[in-house]
């Protein structure tokens, strides 16, 4: 079955990282289904039903971003405020809609991984940083699984480490 990539970038135009991985991921459109929620909702007004019906057709779903300001793009807090409904994903016997289902993230991440460390200079990892999308999402029953995160692209843009972060996310996908 394909997966869901939900990809939530406010400039993919001018990503790197996010629109390379982009790129691979049409090669492969038996695998993977992609979902660009700022080209979908340019005015950030999210259907909820079709967005429901989407999340409903697939066992794997990643959420992709780039994390910045320790978090993520406003529109996937949005989403998650308006799509994860009482009766749909929590709730009542009928919710639990996305129980089971696979889900990760998948973030580009501009700072060096060793500041992302109890030693460095942000003094939390992402796994820490991240936990509000664990709880969220063992809250409604996914079965969450561990993030995908490449570091360093304000360091270093050369095609060559971009491309060395393909195989490690087209694996990491796979491995889902």
Not at 57 to 64: E, T, V
Not at 89 to 98: F, I
Request: net charge neutral; charged share 30%.
């Amino acid at each position: 079955m394909k997966t869901l990539v939900i990809i939530i970038h406010p400039r993919i135009e001018e990503s790197i990282m996010n629109k390379r991985w982009i790129r691979e991921l049409e090669k492969h459109p038996d695998d993977y289904e992609i979902h660009q929620l700022y080209k979908k909702y340019p005015n950030e007004k999210i259907d909820i039903l079709a967005e429901q019906q989407l999340i409903e057709q697939y066992d794997k779903i990643i959420f992709q971003f780039p994390f910045y300001w320790f978090n993520c793009p406003p529109l996937l807090k949005k989403w998650l405020d308006e799509v994860l409904t009482y009766g749909w994903a929590y709730g009542k016997s009928s919710g639990y809609k996305l129980a089971g289902k696979k889900i990760a993230l998948v973030l580009s991440v501009g700072i060096d991984e060793k500041e992302y460390d109890t030693g460095g200079k942000y003094k939390y990892n992402l796994e820490q940083l991240t936990s509000p999308f664990e709880i969220t999402f063992n809250y409604v029953r996914a079965d969450y699984k561990p993030l995908f995160a490449y570091y360093g692209i304000e360091q270093d843009t050369s095609n060559e480490w971009v491309e060395r972060s393909v195989p490690r996310y087209l694996n990491f996908l796979k491995q889902l």
